[in-house]
């Protein structure tokens, strides 16, 4: 079974049925971002020093794991 973005994303954030975007800045309490964006401001929350990653980058360096793709990633945060 493949993991989906959208369904982790509405994991995390605590939400049903929203888009992408819409959990990701749910989540990650921004407003109109777009999903990368608002993982970046998230991490970033916990190191003001973050550089901007790609989608797969920040969706593994906020789940602590290294080299898996985005929702996989997600699905290790409990």
């Known amino acids: 079974m493949a993991l989906d973005l959208q369904g982790e994303l ?22 109109g971002l777009e999903v990368v964006g608002a993982l970046n401001a998230l991490q970033r929350d916990t190191d003001p020093d973050w550089q901007d990653q790609d989608l797969a980058g920040v969706c593994n360096a906020l789940a602590g794991t290294d080299g898996l793709d985005a929702p996989g990633a997600l699905a290790a945060i409990p």
């Open 10 to 31: 509405n994991r995390l954030a605590g939400t049903d049925g929203m888009g992408a975007a819409g959990a990701a800045n749910a989540w990650a309490g921004t407003d």
